[in-house]
């Protein structure tokens, strides 16, 4: 069993800057990415960012270019978020994704239970 844990949400001004956390763990033979999505009372659920493991390559959705950042530590099977220059619009509950196996041939795709990220003066 996988577990995935974020943590680092909270309430900031606009135009301040969070840190977001998610670590994974528990049987992973291997990680394909790690990802953040974002959902918004009444919005679907939309992609943040993610870190493809093998290729050690990003993305990120066209809102959030260029303000946020992401990163990972491998040891620890974590990722981090660095959200800089919040808009009220980045409020949402955040939430990590993993994929990838947990054996050679069991894929894996877990969620985190989300973390509150509220920007507001």
């Known amino acids: 069993q996988v577990q995935v844990v974020e943590s680092g949400g909270g309430l900031v001004q606009p135009g301040g800057s969070l840190r977001l956390s998610c670590a994974a763990s528990?049987?992973?033979?291997?990680?394909?990415?790690m990802a953040w999505f974002r959902q918004a009372p009444g919005k679907d659920r939309e992609f943040v960012a993610r870190f493809l493991w093998s290729a050690v390559s990003v993305d990120y959705g066209d809102s959030v270019k260029g303000r946020f950042t992401i990163s990972r530590d491998d040891a620890k099977s974590t990722v981090y978020l660095q959200m800089n220059d919040l808009k009220p619009e980045d409020t949402a509950v955040y939430y990590c994704?993993?994929?990838?196996?947990?054996?050679?041939?069991?894929?894996?795709?877990?969620w985190g239970q989300g973390t509150q990220v509220t920007v507001s003066s």
């Open positions: 994704n993993i994929r990838g196996y947990i054996t050679r041939f069991e894929s894996l795709d877990s």
């Open positions: 528990g049987n992973i033979f291997n990680i394909v990415h």
